[in-house]
């Protein structure tokens, strides 16, 4: 076996352990894209990233060819054609959120990593998946704790079903001296004199969702809750 083909096993070797960091990551959450993809992902853009380099140097030395190529066309593609994937996990929930935004973001950053490892910048694709772990995972936790009151906050849906109106306005105050911020309010009427109130609120990240629906639940005139995390 030849030093290059060692050195080209050695990439793929470095490439699929650093995909492996990534995808356990997004494995551990449950995400649409998790160990096998990122594996993948980065195994194969480190694959093409050598295909290109390497053939750009290969086809010229060939006798009677004359061809001037680029090292990184196929790695060029691979940064643009990897949005599909991107998109495809990017998903509109029925209350107007969007999920997704995050593992698309990794999808793209284990092409990176594989490209960058495909190029020969080991240590820069380390510390790559370093930061990258440390952005999704360490990062949050801090500014839970020590950053801005809204960034300590989480946010959710409460929908009620209350069967007289006149009690709505009550519910909104009872519901506000639970240390409840409300950011929107909509009210829907429904068959047989019901109300359905939809609202978008957020509480501090210590408080538990079951906390707000036991809280909530127990207010005079709210007949039941529906509760659903952002």
């Not at 801090?142 to 950053?147: A, M, N, R, S, T």
């Not at 989480?154 to 007289?164: A, G, I």
Request: aromatic share 4%.
């Amino acid at each position: 076996m030849s030093e290059l083909e060692l050195e080209i096993l050695m990439k793929l070797g470095i490439s699929a352990v650093l995909g492996l960091v990534i995808g356990i990551e997004r494995e551990l959450k449950r995400k649409p894209v998790g160990l096998k993809t990122s594996l993948v992902i980065s195994i194969v853009s480190c694959l093409l990233t050598i295909v290109s380099i390497e053939s750009a140097y290969i086809f010229p030395g060939k006798e009677g060819v004359n061809i001037q190529m680029d090292p990184l066309r196929l790695a060029a593609q691979i940064v643009s054609g990897i949005g599909f994937l991107g998109a495809g996990v990017i998903l509109r929930r029925g209350n107007d959120s969007i999920s997704g935004l995050t593992t698309a973001a990794l999808i793209w950053g284990a092409a990176g990593i594989g490209i960058a490892v495909g190029a020969g910048f080991y240590l820069e694709a380390m510390t790559g998946v370093a930061l990258l772990i440390i952005s999704v995972e360490v990062i949050p936790f801090l500014i839970g704790l020590i950053g801005p009151k809204q960034l300590r906050e989480k946010e959710f849906t409460l929908q009620l079903k209350v069967t007289n109106k006149e009690n709505i306005e009550e519910i909104l105050s009872a519901i506000k001296n639970l240390k409840i911020s409300i950011k929107r309010v909509r009210i829907k009427d429904l068959e047989e004199k019901k109300h359905l109130v939809q609202l978008k609120v957020t509480i501090n990240n210590k408080k538990s969702i079951t906390d707000v629906y036991y809280s909530v639940s127990e207010l005079e005139g709210v007949k039941s809750v529906d509760i659903e995390s952002l």
